[in-house]
RNA sequence: CGAGAAGUAGCGCAGUUGGUAGCGCACUACGUUCGGGACGUAGGGGUCGCGUGUUCGAGUCACGUCUUCUCGACCA
């Protein structure tokens, strides 16, 4: 099987969906725009799925399973809402079918039509808050700490595996609390959980900030988010924390009896990612050989490959193998030993970079001879010969240095691709070479939009964490004051 | 839904003025190989998206139809 990916730099959407196939992580569905995420992309999810839950937990949220069906008449109850989604939704009206009566086959029963419409859950707010009405009657009710993993449909036009798919597995928290200050720390401070994770598990740079009123959230008050950029200069919102204010109370009439006896409606947040985080990973680290996982979220921590010419070379390498496995293991590393006689050793070493393992273990018979083996690291390419007895603490110390270094990677293409711009010719000018541009912006939503219609790059959003330019200036495109500078960019 | 393009083997494609259905990769068998995606030989695999028409004869021409992709609009 010769997977051979194509060139990062001549194609880079070509590339990431090669990538994708190849490297066996998803693949487009006869469901026109859905996905299969394939058994080792999955692995790779579940490694994410966990990381996460456990951060969750960490900050106090239990999870929870609401229904995949919301009637018609919820969504519609709050208005701004209703309208962000009502494009992308699709709608069971029916439900049973029966033998076509004019030919092969089967057809929708007419006589089984739904009175009130389902749609397919596009996200949950209106589902769950007409739940947590029923929870919540006072302040010892609160707060409700709530996530769900679960999936969700979202009938888009254009498709691309895990960046947008019809169908998307996520997860997402919804939680209320008594007062306004609290369901805004909350917001922050799961945002600020996406940032530890981005960052420090995906070795993927972001950037916290929030959105401008236009690229809000349908029925927020506020959107923070992280933004990440991809290897061809592209921004991608990696995460996003809604601030709902009493928006969904209101429309859900949830209520609670205060300390003081007052009646309040109750204050709301909301907060996702999805398997878009696997877009992000795949695009931010991968190289024209594949791709690069950090050992964090990596299924396979390290891949062993023999190189042998007899069965009796083979046996004997495989039983060192085994016991170096044994001692890997016991250090919490996952390993695999690439037993296959079928393929060569080099379609191998190319198979398992291409997968983005880590770190590659080489035992031949000179190895077996000299006592040493040959170690390969995935993000630098680079190989070494090492005396097999030094060489477990040497691969436990690599995965740290992996992790950290392709992080700094990222972070130093990210730093390249950011600069301030002032002038409207040089914006234009820059927008084409892609990245970050911070520049001053007065504010309206007219300006934002005139520059999208210009040159396709949105507000992605205003930093609160790196790049804060907190400064006197003058909107870069109609030349009024600014107090601070904002990211625009081209987005995913 | 608006504009463009494409549907031929599992994948990627070629197929000239209409005249025997092809190539590369992958697959199967055997042999030689084996420290970076091996090579040789021999094989298997097709209702040319679907329908109608023109023709002695259609992958090729005409009309219809379906699907997919790219660019818009929409979006995590």
Aim: hydrophobic residues 40%; proline residues 3%; aromatic residues 10%.
């Amino acid at each position: 099987m010769a997977k051979e990916v194509t060139n990062r730099e001549d194609n880079y959407s070509q590339w990431y969906n090669n990538l994708v196939v190849k490297a066996d992580l998803a693949e487009q569905s006869a469901v026109r725009g859905c996905m299969v995420i394939k058994p080792y992309g999955y692995a790779i999810w579940e490694k994410m799925h966990d990381q996460l839950d456990r951060m969750f937990k960490e900050t106090g949220h239990v999870n929870a399973y609401f229904p995949l069906f919301i009637p018609k008449s919820f969504l519609s109850k709050e208005a701004e809402h209703v309208e962000g989604f009502a494009k992308e939704c699709a709608v069971v009206t029916h439900h049973r079918l029966m033998t076509n009566p004019n030919g092969p086959g089967v057809v929708v029963d007419p006589s089984a039509r739904l009175e009130e419409e389902l749609v397919v859950r596009p996200t949950s707010e209106t589902i769950i808050w007409n739940t947590y009405k029923n929870w919540i009657t006072s302040y010892r009710d609160l707060p409700i700490l709530c996530n769900q993993w679960a999936n969700v449909v979202r009938w888009e036009m254009r498709t691309r595996l895990f960046l947008r798919t019809a169908e998307f597995l996520w997860q997402e928290g919804h939680t209320a609390h008594a007062t306004r200050e609290e369901a805004m720390e909350e917001a922050s401070r799961m945002i600020n959980v996406y940032a530890k994770f981005a960052r420090e598990y995906m070795s993927l740079p972001v950037v916290v900030g929030t959105k401008s009123e236009t690229e809000r959230f349908a029925g927020a008050l506020d959107t923070l988010c992280i933004e990440a950029m991809m290897q061809d200069g592209k921004a991608l919102q990696a995460g996003t924390s809604h601030f709902l204010g009493q928006n969904f109370a209101k429309a859900f009439d949830v209520k609670f009896s205060s300390k003081e006896g007052t009646l309040d409606y109750v204050w709301a947040t909301s907060w996702g990612v999805s398997t878009r985080l696997m877009g992000a990973l795949i695009m931010a680290h991968s190289d024209n050989n594949g791709l690069v996982l950090p050992p964090k979220l990596a299924p396979i921590h390290v891949v062993m490959v023999p190189i042998f010419k007899t069965a009796e070379e083979n046996a004997a390498i495989i039983e060192k193998m085994e016991a170096l496995k044994k001692e890997l293991e016991a250090k919490g590393l996952t390993v695999k030993i690439d037993n296959r006689d079928t393929v060569r050793s080099g379609f191998k070493f190319a198979e398992w970079e291409l997968k983005g393992v880590p770190v590659r273990i080489a035992i031949g018979p000179r190895d077996m001879q000299n006592g040493t083996v040959e170690i390969a690291r995935r993000d630098t390419l680079t190989k070494e010969s090492m005396n097999i007895d030094v060489c477990v603490e040497h691969i436990v110390a690599l995965m740290d240095e992996i992790q950290q270094n392709i992080y700094a990677k990222a972070l130093d293409y990210r730093a390249r691709k950011t600069v301030k711009v002032d002038t409207w010719e040089e914006f234009k000018q820059k927008i084409e070479e892609g990245g970050f541009l911070l520049c001053h912006w007065d504010g309206t939503a007219e300006t934002e939009e005139k520059i999208k219609e210009e040159t396709k790059a949105t507000i992605r959003c205003i930093p609160m964490d790196s790049f804060v330019c907190e400064e006197e200036g003058r909107c870069v495109y109609s030349g009024k004051p600014s107090k601070r500078r904002v990211i625009f960019a081209r987005a995913y």
